[in-house]
């Protein structure tokens, strides 16, 4: 290498050596990496190892709540390699990450707010959006095959919703639902929602609840802020419920 400013570390890796079980870590920089100056086998390696920390961060950056073993399939790579991945890129575990985003998301939200709410809240913007996480155990079965009952879903949902609006008591004037398939315990539901228009103390709210990539549930609320002058209600048109 020329002189000027030093190489640029990369990330460890270990080398196998020439003698039998014999393992070296070492250090490569960009430089090294250049074609040439390392054998093209460990090169490639580098490449492709990159290439899957970058895919582990987008996927966690889309799904912050994706365990390692979803980390696996997705990647395609066993799970001992997304840990050590994660401790290379100083991700902190799954729990960790909740814990974090728990404490973050609470922040705004007033104490009455955060004892009615039904799951774990994970993100919040009052007026646009919140994210929260449910996972159902057996005592929340209530059905012959096992599923859960669906007003734990809605109750996971409605509670989002009124968390998502701005600072101050709410109700739900109305609500539109579907239930797209049946959950089950241990399934990881994870509701967003998103603050639509607002208009004379009327809030719209849509909430999607997943599990993994697949719609489980969705609804539509129009809240009414407790405020809000009786006149101003007199002109709202609500939102027909639907089973």
Not at 110 to 130: C, D, H, I, T, V
Not at 190 to 203: C, Q, W
Not at 230 to 241: F, M, V
Request: proline letters at 6%.
């Amino acid at each position: 290498m020329t002189g000027g400013a030093p190489p640029t570390w990369g990330v460890p890796f270990f080398v196998l050596t020439g003698k039998k079980g014999l393992f070296i870590l070492a250090w490569f920089s960009e430089e090294l990496l250049r074609p040439g100056l390392i054998p093209e086998g460990i090169a490639l390696q580098q490449v492709q190892k990159r290439a899957r920390q970058r895919r582990l961060l987008k996927l966690l950056e889309a799904n912050p709540l994706m365990t390692d073993e979803d980390l696996a399939r997705s990647l395609s790579v066993s799970v001992s390699t997304v840990r050590l991945d994660r401790a290379l890129l100083n991700v902190p575990e799954l729990r960790e990450r909740m814990r974090e985003m728990a404490e973050k998301a609470s922040g705004p939200l007033s104490a009455m707010k955060r004892a009615s709410l039904f799951g774990e809240l994970l993100g919040l913007e009052p007026g646009q959006w919140g994210l929260s996480l449910l996972v159902p155990d057996s005592e929340m079965v209530s059905a012959e095959d096992g599923a859960i009952g669906g007003h734990y879903l809605f109750a996971q949902a409605a509670t989002l919703a009124l968390a998502s609006v701005r600072p101050g008591p709410a109700s739900i004037e109305s609500a539109r639902v579907r239930f797209l398939r049946s959950v089950f315990p241990l399934e990881r539901c994870i509701a967003r929602s998103k603050v639509g228009t607002r208009k004379n103390g009327r809030s719209v709210v849509s909430v999607r609840t997943r599990v993994m990539d697949e719609d489980v549930f969705v609804a539509r609320f129009i809240l009414m802020s407790e405020f809000e002058e009786p006149e101003s209600r007199a002109g709202g048109k609500g939102i027909a419920h639907s089973g």
